[in-house]
């Protein structure tokens, strides 16, 4: 739900770190490592900032790796929230060969956590049956990247409903463009909206703590779900934007005089505020 760009600060450093972000991914599956496509960058992933703080440190202190990091990224995630109709074509006829693919879909919302549904409901061979399996794949590949600020969609149903061909300029990649472009058009028309990860939270302190904590926890957008009493101590539970927890082992030393202890955890995806989304995606527009 978290990830940072990291690069090693000499060429000796670049030969030990591929070795040490291959081990550390082995022992631990929450960690994930990858090359970005773009900036050709190595990305590491993980539960929060605090999970990448100790990769990096483990990194430094059992292989010793110097590295640089940069400032850790929300994985946000994109939906919709209508009914949606999405054309798309691609007709390039200019002599000899061409590419010919047209598509049409209905999108609509999914299920929380459902992912990607596709059903195929072309009847009377208008998009041949060879060709369905590229639609598919443009379908699969559209929802990697959505129309807000180009991060992965979720939850969405897809009916592949309407088409045409043609005998000598259809082949499979026109199919898979022009179902990229029905998808992105389907998006568009969708109600999209931004989702950002919600962490479950609980924190653990003395109860002359509580009211701070609980004060800090409301300003940082998180609901307080339970407070539970065990002795002198409170042990709340909330649920709150990962956004909003940079900083946050810092910050309950200080309000608890390094009393308060806290653990979290994924739990789920959430719409972000409206008066909130246009800041993040002029701040990803920026990178």
């Given at each position: 739900?978290?990830?940072?760009?990291?690069?090693?600060?000499?060429?000796?450093?670049?030969?030990?770190?591929?070795?040490?972000?291959?081990?550390?991914?082995?022992?631990?599956?929450?960690?994930?490592?990858?090359?970005?496509?773009?900036?050709?960058?190595?990305?590491?992933?993980?539960?929060?900032?605090?999970?990448?703080?100790?990769?990096?440190?483990?990194?430094?202190?059992?292989?010793?790796?110097?590295?640089?990091?940069?400032?850790?990224?929300?994985?946000?995630?994109?939906?919709?929230?209508?009914?949606?109709?999405?054309?798309?074509?691609?007709?390039?006829?200019?002599?000899?060969?061409?590419?010919?693919?047209?598509?049409?879909?209905?999108?609509?919302?999914?299920?929380?956590?459902?992912?990607?549904?596709?059903?195929?409901?072309?009847?009377?061979?208008?998009?041949?049956?060879?060709?369905?399996?590229?639609?598919?794949?443009?379908i699969e590949e559209a929802i990697l990247n959505g129309v807000l600020g180009g991060y992965p969609v979720v939850d969405v149903e897809v009916?592949?409903?309407?088409?045409?061909?043609?005998?000598?300029?259809?082949?499979?990649?026109?199919?898979?463009?022009?179902?990229?472009?029905?998808?992105?058009?389907?998006?568009?028309?969708?109600?999209?909206?931004?989702?950002?990860?919600?962490?479950?939270?609980?924190?653990?302190?003395?109860?002359?703590?509580?009211?701070?904590?609980?004060?800090?926890?409301?300003?940082?957008?998180?609901?307080?779900?339970?407070?539970?009493?065990?002795?002198?101590?409170?042990?709340?539970?909330?649920?709150?934007?990962?956004?909003?927890?940079?900083?946050?082992?810092?910050?309950?030393?200080?309000?608890?005089?390094?009393?308060?202890?806290?653990?979290?955890?994924?739990?789920?995806?959430?719409?972000?505020?409206?008066?909130?989304?246009?800041?993040?995606?002029?701040?990803?527009?920026?990178?």
């Amino acid at each position: 739900v978290i990830s940072m760009a990291i690069e090693p600060k000499t060429k000796l450093d670049q030969e030990k770190m591929g070795v040490a972000l291959q081990r550390l991914a082995e022992e631990d599956p929450t960690f994930r490592v990858y090359t970005h496509e773009d900036t050709g960058q190595t990305i590491i992933a993980g539960m929060g900032e605090l999970h990448l703080e100790i990769i990096r440190d483990r990194m430094f202190r059992e292989f010793k790796v110097d590295a640089n990091a940069g400032k850790p990224q929300i994985a946000y995630r994109e939906t919709i929230t209508g009914n949606a109709h999405g054309v798309g074509k691609l007709i390039k006829q200019s002599g000899g060969r061409g590419q010919y693919g047209h598509v049409e879909v209905d999108v609509r919302p999914g299920a929380r956590s459902t992912g990607l549904v596709v059903e195929n409901k072309i009847v009377g061979g208008i998009i041949p049956r060879e060709y369905i399996p590229a639609v598919k794949k443009g379908i699969e590949e559209a929802i990697l990247n959505g129309v807000l600020g180009g991060y992965p969609v979720v939850d969405v149903e897809v009916d592949i409903v309407y088409g045409s061909f043609h005998e000598v300029d259809s082949n499979e990649l026109a199919f898979k463009l022009a179902a990229i472009f029905a998808m992105k058009d389907g998006f568009k028309q969708g109600k999209p909206i931004l989702l950002e990860p919600i962490m479950k939270v609980e924190n653990i302190t003395p109860e002359e703590s509580q009211g701070d904590i609980c004060g800090d926890l409301s300003r940082r957008r998180g609901s307080i779900n339970s407070i539970e009493k065990r002795g002198h101590l409170a042990i709340i539970h909330a649920e709150v934007p990962l956004a909003e927890l940079f900083g946050y082992a810092t910050a309950i030393r200080s309000l608890s005089k390094g009393r308060s202890s806290y653990s979290m955890e994924p739990s789920h995806f959430q719409p972000v505020p409206q008066n909130l989304v246009a800041a993040i995606l002029d701040q990803k527009e920026t990178k």
